[in-house]
């Protein structure tokens, strides 16, 4: 069965600085790899997505995320937050040929200090 | 803005009440899915429907009752809650049978149980 770690839970990081949200994956095959934001009261948006190809994906917001095959890993990084990146944010896992059995990690809470 | 309209996007109910929630999409997505997101634990996903035949339940009490009507619709009635049930519920859509998609989330209904 597939899974998915996102070992910090709660990561503070002051305005200007830089980002890394870890997530590992547990999955057989090939993984089609998501990374949402959700801000408060709001439904999940979706920042990027990994299916195949070149393994650094860059997404909206100037976040990026790495697939790391060797380290089941899916890292997202931002060089610089904003005070508006604060919100949760979620790693997801799924099977090839689309969206549709796709499990969630638990998801970072991320604050911006000034 | 988003594709999916979520309606209530508050809900306080009796636990002998009942209630519906509802959900649009206008993305011409043929897959609706019904999720729950509690304090604390990965996204659920409840239900999954497929041009409107549904094709997952994971097991969700029967207290929760799917309806989807057409590709652009979908129900959640709930009937008899209990107060374990107060959470987010957030509806998702996706194309069917396309590869390297996601699901486009709605802003969710809070509904807590009293």
């Known amino acids: 069965a597939q899974s998915v770690t996102q070992p910090d839970i709660h990561i503070t990081v002051s305005e200007g600085a830089s980002l890394e949200l870890r997530c590992n994956y547990s999955y057989g095959a090939t993984p089609y790899l998501f990374w949402y934001v959700q801000s408060p009261g709001q439904g999940l948006q979706l920042l990027l997505k990994?299916?195949?190809?070149?393994?650094l994906v860059q997404g909206i917001k100037g976040f990026e995320a790495e697939f790391k095959r060797s380290q089941s890993s899916f890292n997202l990084r931002k060089p610089s937050v904003h005070w508006s990146d604060a919100a949760e944010y979620f790693c997801a896992v799924g099977a090839s040929g689309g969206y549709q059995k796709v499990t969630f990690g638990i998801g970072t809470k991320l604050q911006v200090i000034p | 803005e988003t594709g999916v309209t979520q309606t209530p996007r508050h809900l306080v109910m009796g636990m002998t009440n009942k209630k519906s929630l509802k959900c649009e999409q206008h993305l011409g997505h043929n897959a609706m899915y019904w999720y729950k997101q509690s304090a604390k634990k990965p996204l659920e996903l409840m239900f999954v429907y497929n041009f409107k035949e549904q094709t997952e339940n994971n097991s969700v009490p029967s207290r929760f009752s799917p309806e989807c009507p057409n590709s652009s619709h979908l129900f959640l009635h709930l009937h008899t809650l209990q107060p374990e049930d107060s959470a987010l519920y957030l509806c998702?859509?996706?194309?069917?049978?396309?590869?390297?998609?996601?699901?486009?989330f709605g802003q969710g209904t809070r509904l807590t149980v009293v």
């Open positions: 998702a859509s996706s194309p069917v049978g396309a590869i390297n998609t996601e699901a486009f």
């Open positions: 990994y299916f195949s190809g070149d393994t």
